[in-house]
């Protein structure tokens, strides 16, 4: 699993056309919330730091080019 994989995933809509949907993380990111990450053992350790710029820096780029940043940037 890559830091990619653990924010946003990709889907295909009805008529094949590529997009992508938002993870329970950044779901519960949007909103506040919390996520219990269960297994955080067994992802490599890149994907773990980018957690950790969610976490402690309140932002992270997203792989369809968006940023998710804290409420004063």
């Known amino acids: ?3 990619r994989d653990l ?3 990709r889907s295909t809509d009805t008529s094949g056309n590529t997009r992508w949907e ?3 993380i950044i779901s519960a990111a949007l909103r506040g ?3 219990v990450l269960d297994g955080i053992h067994r992802i490599d350790g890149d994907a773990v ?3 950790q710029q ?3 820096d309140r932002e992270v780029h997203l792989a369809d ?3 998710l940043l804290r409420w004063d940037r």
């Open 1 to 3: 699993m890559t830091s």
């Open 22 to 24: 938002q993870t329970p």
């Open 54 to 56: 969610l976490a402690c």
């Open 65 to 67: 080019g968006s940023r």
């Open 33 to 35: 919330e919390m996520v």
């Open 7 to 9: 924010f946003l995933r």
């Open 49 to 51: 730091s980018a957690l």
